[in-house]
C-alpha cells in the first residue's frame, strides 16, 4: 500500500504563479564542513543555492572524461535509445540520460569522494543518483534552456516529497560569457515558483526538448530578478558547480564555434526517495528518474585516464 503525503509544493494546479517560502534547509549537516569544503563555501551555498569549486579535476583527467563523452556521444547503439536528447530543430544531441548505468568511467565519476564529499555534507547524510546525464551544448546550434526549478519537475513529476537534493556539473570545457553558461537566481532557491499549467501524460517527451511547463511567468522572473539579481558562472573545464535542487536556473542558446560539455549528477539523499509523484500521473521513466536503485553511494578515487585508456 502506498504511502500517501501531503503535497507541500503544490504546482500547475491553477491559472498564475505563487510564490511561497521554503520550509526545508538547504545545508542539512550543521557539523563542520567535509573534507574539500570550507565553512564559507558552506555558507555561501546556503545563500546562494550554488557553489562553484574551481579545478576540481585535473587537466589529464578532464581529456579523458571528454574523450568518454564523445564516445558515448557518437555511438549508433546510444544515439538510438530512448534516453538521447535531440534539439528541437538542428537534430544535434542535446542531452544524454542514464549515463552512469551505460559507462563504467562516469559511474566512477558520480562516485567521485571530491563530488561525494560535498553532496553528504549538503544533503546531510548517504545520498544516491537521482538523473544523470551529459549536456551537449554544441557550438552554433546549442538551444536555450528556459528559466525553471528542477524540484519544481522533480516533485510534481517524479514524487520528490522534499528539497533534499543537489546538482553538481562536472565542466568537461571552458564556460565564456558568450556560449552559453548557466545563469542563476541566487538566493531565489529559498522561495518555491508554483507555476500554472496541467501536466499532460508523457509530458517528458517534450519537455526535455523545450520546456513549457513548470517555468516561471514574466512577472514573476522580473520580480526574482530585481530581488536578487542573476549570476552567469564562468569556470574553466574541471570546474564543478554544485547547486540546490530549488535555484532558479536556465541559460542562453550558443551561436558561437565554442561548445559547452557537461556532466551532470543529480544526488538525492536517500531519506528523500521519489513517491507517487504529485501529479497524479504515472512517473518518468527510470532513465530520467531513477526509482529502482536506491543503494547509498559509496565514495571511490578514480584514475579516469588509465580507465579510457584501457
Same mark, same amino acid.
Given at each position: 500500500?502506498?504511502?500517501?503525503?501531503?503535497?507541500?509544493?503544490?504546482?500547475?494546479?491553477?491559472?498564475?504563479?505563487? $510564490?511561497?517560502?521554503?520550509?526545508?534547509?538547504?545545508?542539512?549537516?550543521? =557539523?563542520?564542513?567535509?573534507?574539500?569544503?570550507?565553512?564559507?563555501?558552506?555558507?555561501?551555498?546556503?545563500?546562494?543555492?550554488?557553489?562553484?569549486?574551481?579545478?576540481?579535476?585535473?587537466?589529464?583527467?578532464?581529456?579523458?572524461?571528454?574523450?568518454?563523452?564523445?564516445?558515448?556521444?557518437?555511438?549508433?547503439?546510444?544515439?538510438?535509445?530512448?534516453?538521447?536528447?535531440?534539439?528541437?530543430?538542428?537534430?544535434?544531441?542535446?542531452?544524454?540520460? @542514464?549515463?552512469?548505468?551505460?559507462?563504467?568511467?562516469?559511474?566512477?565519476?558520480?562516485?567521485?569522494?571530491?563530488? $561525494?564529499?560535498?553532496?553528504?555534507?549538503?544533503? =546531510?547524510?548517504?545520498?544516491?543518483?537521482?538523473?544523470?546525464?551529459?549536456?551537449?551544448? %554544441?557550438?552554433?546550434?546549442?538551444?536555450?534552456? @528556459?528559466?525553471?526549478?528542477?524540484?519544481?519537475?522533480?516533485?510534481?513529476?517524479?514524487?520528490?516529497?522534499?528539497?533534499?537534493?543537489?546538482?553538481?556539473?562536472? $565542466?568537461?570545457?571552458?564556460?565564456?560569457?558568450?556560449?552559453?553558461?548557466?545563469?542563476?537566481?541566487? =538566493?531565489?532557491?529559498?522561495? @518555491?515558483?508554483?507555476? %500554472?499549467?496541467?501536466?499532460?501524460?508523457?509530458?517528458?517527451?517534450?519537455?526535455?526538448?523545450?520546456?513549457?511547463?513548470?517555468?516561471?511567468?514574466?512577472?514573476?522572473?522580473?520580480?526574482?530578478?530585481?530581488?536578487? =539579481?542573476?549570476?552567469?558562472?564562468?569556470?574553466?573545464?574541471?570546474?564543478?558547480?554544485?547547486?540546490?535542487?530549488?535555484?532558479?536556473?536556465?541559460?542562453?542558446?550558443?551561436?558561437?564555434?565554442? %561548445?559547452?560539455?557537461?556532466?551532470?549528477?543529480?544526488?538525492?539523499?536517500?531519506?528523500?526517495?521519489?513517491?507517487?509523484?504529485?501529479?497524479?500521473?504515472?512517473?518518468?521513466?527510470?532513465?530520467?528518474?531513477?526509482?529502482?536503485?536506491?543503494?547509498?553511494?559509496? %565514495?571511490?578515487?578514480?584514475?579516469?585516464?588509465?580507465?579510457?585508456?584501457?
Amino acid at each position: 500500500m502506498t504511502t500517501v503525503l501531503e503535497d507541500l509544493y503544490p504546482s500547475r494546479v491553477g491559472g498564475v504563479c505563487e $510564490l511561497h517560502e521554503r520550509t526545508d534547509p538547504v545545508v542539512y549537516t550543521k =557539523g563542520p564542513p567535509a573534507r574539500g569544503l570550507t565553512a564559507d563555501q558552506a555558507k555561501q551555498f546556503d545563500r546562494d543555492g550554488f557553489l562553484v569549486l574551481e579545478g576540481l579535476l585535473s587537466d589529464e583527467e578532464v581529456e579523458a572524461l571528454e574523450t568518454e563523452v564523445q564516445r558515448l556521444a557518437t555511438s549508433k547503439a546510444v544515439l538510438e535509445s530512448e534516453s538521447a536528447i535531440t534539439e528541437p530543430t538542428s537534430g544535434a544531441l542535446r542531452s544524454l540520460f @542514464y549515463v552512469h548505468m551505460v559507462s563504467k568511467v562516469l559511474d566512477l565519476l558520480s562516485r567521485d569522494r571530491r563530488l $561525494l564529499d560535498v553532496a553528504t555534507h549538503i544533503l =546531510g547524510g548517504e545520498v544516491y543518483i537521482h538523473q544523470s546525464r551529459i549536456n551537449l551544448k %554544441p557550438g552554433f546550434a546549442g538551444k536555450e534552456f @528556459y528559466w525553471h526549478s528542477d524540484f519544481e519537475t522533480w516533485h510534481v513529476e517524479d514524487g520528490l516529497p522534499r528539497m533534499r537534493a543537489l546538482s553538481a556539473s562536472v $565542466l568537461l570545457t571552458d564556460n565564456y560569457p558568450f556560449n552559453g553558461p548557466l545563469m542563476l537566481i541566487p =538566493g531565489a532557491h529559498r522561495t @518555491y515558483v508554483a507555476c %500554472p499549467g496541467e501536466t499532460p501524460a508523457d509530458n517528458y517527451k517534450t519537455s526535455l526538448r523545450r520546456q513549457d511547463l513548470g517555468v516561471p511567468d514574466d512577472a514573476t522572473l522580473t520580480r526574482l530578478v530585481e530581488e536578487h =539579481g542573476i549570476a552567469a558562472p564562468i569556470p574553466k573545464a574541471g570546474s564543478v558547480l554544485f547547486f540546490d535542487s530549488n535555484a532558479m536556473h536556465g541559460s542562453n542558446g550558443n551561436i558561437t564555434p565554442y %561548445p559547452r560539455h557537461n556532466v551532470f549528477f543529480v544526488y538525492n539523499s536517500v531519506e528523500n526517495t521519489p513517491q507517487d509523484p504529485f501529479s497524479g500521473l504515472p512517473p518518468r521513466p527510470d532513465f530520467i528518474a531513477n526509482r529502482s536503485d536506491f543503494t547509498p553511494l559509496a %565514495p571511490e578515487t578514480p584514475d579516469y585516464p588509465s580507465l579510457v585508456i584501457s
